[in-house]
């Protein structure tokens, strides 16, 4: 897909924040919805999403959906390295297909890092949906 084009709203994450489908919820508000990946890179990896915006990716999404996007991706991140405890971690954001990007839907990535692992581009499988689980009770916990 293109940097450019029209919004899918069938794209999995419009269905999540519809409620269509399922998604391991960390934290929402009324602007923000923020879930664990699916397919993690490493432990703790979340994905924080606009709920209001059509936006497929930096180019489209305005100023101030972006903001509150990013209040929510440092709060988080904050609250997940303090709970994690990792080395590291990343906050990244892709755009277009050759930018590593696979669903439109603008979204960041936050993505704890150890040093006792490598940082691999791509995800190595479907996460343990009973560590998922337990991972999104421990997070909710501390989020309130
Ligand atoms: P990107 O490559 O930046 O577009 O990232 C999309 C991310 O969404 C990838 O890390 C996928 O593992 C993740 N993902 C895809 N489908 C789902 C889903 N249903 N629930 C949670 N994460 C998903």
Request: aromatic share 8%.
């Amino acid at each position: 897909m293109s940097l450019f084009g029209e919004y899918d709203s069938q794209n999995i994450f419009a269905a999540i924040i519809r409620g269509d489908a399922p998604c391991y919820k960390i934290y929402e508000d009324d602007d923000v919805l923020a879930f664990l990946d699916l397919f993690p890179q490493a432990y703790g990896h979340t994905l924080v999403i606009p709920k209001n915006a059509k936006a497929r990716n930096l180019l489209e999404v305005d100023g101030d959906t972006l903001a509150k996007m990013m209040a929510t991706v440092q709060r988080l991140t904050g609250i997940i390295v303090d709970e994690l405890k990792p080395d590291g971690v990343q906050v990244m954001q892709f755009n277009g297909t050759a930018g590593g990007q696979t669903v439109f839907h603008i979204h960041m990535h936050i993505v704890p890092r150890w040093e006792s692992q490598g940082i691999g581009a791509h995800a190595s499988g479907k996460g343990d949906p009973a560590e998922l689980a337990a991972l999104q009770e421990r997070l909710v916990k501390r989020i309130g």
